[in-house]
Nanobody, 123 residues
Framework: QVQLVESGGGLVQAGGSLRLSCSGS????????MGWFRQAPGKEREFVAT????????YYADSVKGRFTISRDNAKNTVYLQMNSLKPEDTADYYC????????????????WGQGTQVTVSS
């Protein structure tokens, strides 16, 4: 088992930036594909980004392409989500997740989840 804890959320104006971190404990995350998902009030959980074991493969939702960057540092047991050019529609609770095998955009395929960190983007 791996335990995940997100941090770095907060309040930011539109056009600003935030960097989210996801720190793993227990099992190392180096053998897991990692993902970021988000969920706004009244909406279902939405895929944001995913990254492979080595970081060589990265995939993004169309809504964040060109603005968000997912990365990982396995030595630090940490995954990051750099969010630039933030928009009000990015407001949500952001969750880090881990899965065995290949990257995936399907939340149900991830077996380990953090508790989330809130991101609020004001106009």
């Amino acid at each position: 088992q791996v335990q995940l804890v997100e941090s770095g959320g907060g309040l930011v104006q539109a056009g600003g930036s935030l960097r989210l971190s996801c720190s793993g404990s227990g099992r190392t995350i180096r053998n897991y594909a990692m993902g970021w998902f988000r969920q706004a009030p009244g909406k279902e959980r939405e895929f944001v980004a995913t990254i492979s074991w080595t970081g060589s493969n990265r995939y993004y939702a169309d809504s964040v392409k060109g603005r968000f960057t997912i990365s990982r540092d396995n030595a630090k047991n940490t995954v990051y989500l750099q969010m630039n050019s933030l928009k009000p529609e990015d407001t949500a609770d952001y969750y880090c997740a881990a899965k065995t095998g290949l990257t995936s955009i399907i939340s149900a395929e991830y077996g380990h989840w953090g508790q989330g960190t809130q991101v609020t983007v004001s106009s």
